[in-house]
């Protein structure tokens, strides 16, 4: 395996609850690719009578397009970021929403059928733990569905640092290929995965990064540079991405994966 993401899970928790009140009014991706994850059709299945788990279930809204497919007995939305969960919990009346870490799941074992979770699985700092857990609380042929970010996402803004210093200004993410590994591993099975590259438009590269901080994907490895950012490196970082401009438009590329896998 040749990728080492080091997440800095402090960082990670100040971001999201940071951008608690101004993700929805940004989160434009984010819900794109729930609308297109929960309309997967084996996602799709009954869950009358069963318990489902939303990971990172940030503002809530992936949640609330669950709770109307599936309407399970239970759906139990989680998330890292207290101020996310405060917020979630407003819109999701009939729906139980805490406060916990995906790596350390509250739950007994063998107690959840379906484990669900859009765009959060990236900011775990130890993916093979979050997978361990995950077989740990489903039942017996219990199911997850998730989508997370590729290696290529935001490789317009990676390689116009990469002009400016040899630090990592954008996180590292997984590739299909790791991911697999780390699914077996951790003893699951039909697994299926799906790659797709969507691209975000912005007037300016200041706009693209603005909704960064916004939805709280800063930079959270934990190798990241500590030191202030000096204008004149700022400067170069936006001169050079100006070669990337199409259109009049400075582009964004995102890759996500989507992937499904039972338990043994």
């Known amino acids: 395996m040749s990728t080492v993401v080091s997440i800095d899970k402090r960082k990670v928790r100040q971001s999201f609850s940071s951008a608690a009140k101004t993700y929805d009014g940004l989160a434009t991706l984010q819900r794109k690719v729930g609308v297109e994850l929960s309309n997967n059709s084996a996602l799709n299945e009954s ?33 890292i970021a ?34 669900v979770s859009n765009l959060a699985l990236q900011w775990s700092e130890k993916l093979f733990n979050v997978f361990t857990g995950f077989n740990r609380v489903l039942k017996q042929d219990g199911s997850m569905f998730f989508s997370t970010f590729g290696p290529a996402t935001l490789r317009e803004l990676k390689q116009s640092w990469a002009e400016v210093d040899n630090y990592t200004h954008v996180n590292d993410f997984y590739s ?11 003893e699951f099975k039909n697994i299926k995965i799906e790659t ?3 691209q975000s438009t912005y007037p300016t590269v200041i706009e693209l990064m603005r909704e960064l901080k916004g939805i709280g994907a800063h930079n959270v490895l934990s190798g990241r540079n500590r030191k202030m950012t000096s204008k004149t490196q700022m400067q170069n970082m936006l001169d050079a991405y100006e070669k990337h401009r199409i259109n009049r438009l400075i582009p964004a590329t995102y890759e996500i994966i989507f992937v499904s896998a039972r338990k043994r």
């Open 196 to 198: 797709k590259y969507y």
């Open 47 to 79: 869950c009358v009578d069963k318990i489902v788990l939303d990971i990172g279930c940030g503002t809530g809204f992936f949640t609330q397009k669950i709770q109307s497919k599936l309407t399970p007995r239970q759906t139990i939305a989680i998330d």
């Open 176 to 186: 299909v290929d790791e991911l697999i590994i780390f699914l077996q591993k951790t």
């Open 82 to 115: 207290l101020p996310m969960v405060q917020v979630a919990k407003t819109k999701l009346k009939q729906m139980d929403a805490i406060c916990a870490d995906a790596e350390y799941l509250p739950f007994m074992d063998k107690s959840v059928d379906k484990i």
